[in-house]
């Protein structure tokens, strides 16, 4: 049973426009996220975080959403550009410091 | 610094061989974890390590599948026998556990084909 869910597998965008990827979690004990980037044939990389005692983390042009009574968060890339391009994953801190990730989405960019 | 290091990058094999998976951790990283990619599951957390002791092997599938850390520098993850649903993308990632942060680094991957 998955704890950490990304319901969308892929996701297209225009350049410029707002990119919104969706991550959902089951566990209410979760106080901690992150969001991952992965481009292919390379490990995932570490994008941005949040903590459960804020509802948004603003990091250039990205910036992740919390909203824990919905069990929910959302990155928001703004404007999208071409290299966003990737797989990304969102994942929630376990209980022993472990990440649990959810199954990813894939973004395109189209110039 | 060179950020984890796996090796092989790619790896082929028949059903039935042992194979053997290798990570160089970031240095000073006290957090060694071993994730494997597939289409069907994503990225699952198969094992991981606190200097160098095994914490949760809770993600291991079965005992065909093992894993070492004999130093801060070096792990292994063994399939034997392996088995063409071994087929995947396999992470080793390492994180400082000093701080609060959980950021963790990942090495580029082994991808195991069986046959």
């Known amino acids: 049973d998955q704890q950490v869910k990304q319901n969308s597998p892929s996701l297209s965008v225009q350049e410029g426009r707002i990119s919104i990827l969706n991550c959902d979690y089951t566990?209410?004990?979760?106080?901690?996220f992150l969001w991952y980037k992965k481009y292919p044939a390379e490990g995932p990389t570490f994008l941005i975080s949040i903590s459960s005692i804020k509802d948004k983390n603003e990091d250039g042009r990205f910036t992740v959403f919390l909203n824990k009574s919905a069990k929910h968060l959302s990155l928001h890339i703004v404007p999208s550009q071409p290299g966003d391009s990737a797989v990304y994953f969102c994942?929630?801190?376990?209980?022993?410091?472990?990440?649990?990730f959810g199954k990813g989405t894939k973004l395109s960019v189209k110039p | 610094d060179a950020g984890v290091i796996q090796s092989p990058r790619h790896e082929v094999t028949e059903m039935g061989q042992e194979v053997t998976l290798r990570c160089k951790p970031i240095s000073g990283h006290d957090y060694l974890f071993w994730y494997r990619q597939t289409m069907m599951r994503g990225l699952e957390l198969l094992i991981y390590?606190?200097?160098?002791?095994?914490?949760?092997d809770s993600g291991m599938p079965e005992d065909r599948f093992s894993a070492k850390m004999p130093n801060a520098s070096f792990s292994t993850l063994k399939i034997q026998p392996s088995e063409p649903r071994d087929s995947a993308v396999y992470f080793c990632?390492?994180?400082?556990?000093?701080?609060?942060?959980?950021?963790?680094?990942f090495g580029p991957g082994t991808r195991l084909t069986v046959t």
């Open positions: 990632a390492s994180s400082s556990g000093s701080g609060f942060s959980y950021e963790q680094y």
């Open positions: 390590f606190n200097n160098n002791v095994p914490i949760d």
């Open positions: 566990n209410s004990m979760f106080d901690y």
């Open positions: 994942a929630a801190v376990g209980s022993q410091g472990n990440l649990i």
